[in-house]
């Protein structure tokens, strides 16, 4: 039968390679710098949007006045397309100047007429409410 017998070498223990091996790390340290977050305080500019759309989002305040303020002072859809509709219908009566061809444009505000006379254009816009008549010349057109 075979034995074998282990020994302890005097001066070297379990808890000497611990403390030999905890004091041959290296230690190292930096100051602390902070960075801040906000751009008004120095930050990323580009943190602006992501922190107002944060705020947005937690906000759950409803301004009481917000209805009154839009209904006096907004218009409606219907308002807004039949201004935009408008709007295309003088643009396109204009671009047929161009062509040659002359028109007139009749609104519940209004009454535009068009009229090239050889390179002349004559635009006469009519006030229905009030009848006031303005007339807008344009001289050097090329017919």
Do not use: H
């Amino acid at each position: 039968m075979k034995t074998k017998t282990f020994s302890q070498r005097p001066g070297l223990s379990w808890a000497g390679l611990c403390l030999f091996g905890l004091g041959s790390c290296v230690v190292q340290a930096t100051e602390l710098v902070y960075t801040p977050i906000n751009p008004s305080f120095g930050g990323n500019p580009l943190n602006g949007t992501w922190l107002l759309n944060n705020a947005q989002a937690q906000n759950d305040y409803d301004d009481p006045d917000l209805k009154k303020r839009t209904a006096a002072a907004g218009t409606s859809a219907l308002e807004r397309f039949t201004s935009q509709l408008q709007s295309r219908l003088l643009g396109q009566l204009l671009d047929n100047i161009s062509a040659g061809n002359t028109g007139s444009l009749t609104t519940d505000a209004f009454i535009v007429n068009v009229v090239d006379d050889s390179g002349q254009l004559t635009i006469v816009v009519t006030d229905r409410a009030t009848g006031e008549i303005s007339e807008i010349q344009v001289s050097g057109l090329a017919p």
